[in-house]
Structures are given as structure tokens and as C-alpha cells.
């Protein structure tokens, strides 16, 4: 089944964008669009989509208000936007937001913060995920994290997450495929038990890897 998307964006030609890279995927449909808050609301009652992809700020009602609306029916709001403030960022993620990516950060983010979405995951733009990392402090280290053992390249690679790399950055500073990032990413969060790779990046600034 296709993940039912709805774009919810005060502009015509980054909803149309967000439709051209969404639509070409071969499991994600988009199936409704909204041009303020409160039409993505309405909309997004009536019909149920599986994703809600809201900029925040829109006429009628805001991003955040949306993911407050929309919270415990079922339906996944990702915010969208040009403005990374702390504080929409703090919002957003309190009142239900399953993700909070930016704009500039490119499609290939976007796809991945609707499917970590889907998964019960949280995609937060790399930039911002460093930063609030570095404004609040780091977290505790776990009980035995120093000494988990990672191979040389999964050492790279949770640097690099660490400093707020994509896959895609990854795979070619690496000369490696998208898929072979993932699948590397995807046996650091195993080892490490991680969510996501928000979590690896905590571990690895927490563990001092981050600085490898």
C-alpha cells in the first residue's frame, strides 16, 4: 500500500515540488493539498492520509497547530519550513510532530522523514539536530556505550551523522551506494540501540565519537 500524502503549504510552487518528488516514489502517493492550516485540518479529518506534510507558518491555523489538531487520530505530521528556530522546533515535537525537517535540506530527506514517519520514527534535519545537541548539552553516556564495537567504517559513518550528514552525503564522500549507508546505518542503531539516527548522533557526541 502507498503512503496517502497531504502537503499542506501556503505556496503553490512548493506544493507542486513536494508533489513531483513524492508522487515519483513508488510508495507514496499524494493525495490531497492545502493552502492554509485550517483547509489541512479539515482535510486531513475528512479523508485520513497516513502523512501530513505542513510548513509552519500558513494562514488559518500554523504547522504546529495542525500536529496539536491532528495528534491521536493515527495521522503523522511532519513539519516543513525554512525556519529552524529552537523554539518551533521545541513546539513542533511537543505537540505531536513526527518530524521537523527543513526546506533547503533537499527531496532525498523529504522522502526519508515521510518513511521514518510511517515507521513510528522521528527525522529531524541534520543542522538542527547538531545544534540542539550543542545548545542543551549532551546527554548521559549509556551504561557501556563506550565499549560497543563498531567496525572502522561505522566508525566514519556516526561521525559523520554525528556532524549532520544525509545518506546521500555519506554514500559520496565514501564512494559507497545509498544502500550500503543504510544498511550500515541500520546496523550501528542495532548495536548501539538506537531509534534513529537522531539517537546515533546523541550516542556519538555523548561517547566522544562524534569527534573521530
Known amino acids: 500500500m502507498a503512503i496517502r500524502i497531504l502537503i499542506a503549504d501556503d505556496q503553490e510552487g512548493i506544493r507542486a515540488a513536494f508533489r513531483l518528488i513524492l508522487d515519483a516514489q513508488p510508495d507514496m502517493t499524494v493525495v490531497a493539498e492545502a493552502a492554509d492550516g485550517r483547509a489541512a485540518i479539515e482535510t486531513a479529518r475528512a479523508i485520513g492520509p497516513d502523512v501530513v506534510l505542513a510548513d509552519i507558518r500558513m494562514p488559518g491555523a500554523d504547522g504546529i497547530e495542525v500536529a496539536r489538531a491532528l495528534a491521536g487520530t493515527g495521522i503523522h505530521v511532519v513539519i516543513v519550513t525554512t525556519f529552524g528556530l529552537d523554539e518551533y522546533v521545541d513546539a513542533a515535537l511537543r505537540h505531536g510532530a513526527s518530524g521537523f525537517i527543513l526546506k533547503r535540506s533537499g527531496p532525498a530527506l523529504l522522502v526519508e522523514a515521510v518513511r521514518a514517519a510511517m515507521n513510528g520514527d522521528m527525522l529531524i534535519s541534520?543542522?538542527?539536530?547538531?545544534?540542539?545537541?550543542?545548545?542543551?548539552?549532551?546527554?548521559?553516556?549509556?551504561?557501556?556505550?563506550?565499549?560497543?564495537?563498531?567496525?572502522?567504517?561505522?566508525?566514519?559513518?556516526?561521525?559523520?551523522?554525528?556532524?549532520?550528514?544525509?545518506?546521500?552525503?555519506?554514500?559520496?564522500?565514501?564512494?559507497?551506494?545509498?544502500g550500503t549507508v543504510k544498511n550500515h546505518i541500520a546496523a550501528i542503531q542495532r548495536k548501539i540501540d538506537a531509534r534513529n539516527r537522531v539517537a546515533i548522533a546523541a550516542w556519538a557526541w555523548a561517547t566522544g565519537r562524534a569527534e573521530q
Open 126 to 178: 541534520p543542522q538542527l539536530t547538531v545544534r540542539l545537541l550543542r545548545q542543551r548539552g549532551l546527554p548521559e553516556t549509556p551504561p557501556g556505550a563506550p565499549h560497543v564495537v563498531l567496525t572502522e567504517r561505522e566508525d566514519e559513518i556516526v561521525a559523520m551523522v554525528a556532524h549532520g550528514r544525509t545518506n546521500a552525503e555519506i554514500a559520496a564522500e565514501l564512494f559507497l551506494a545509498p
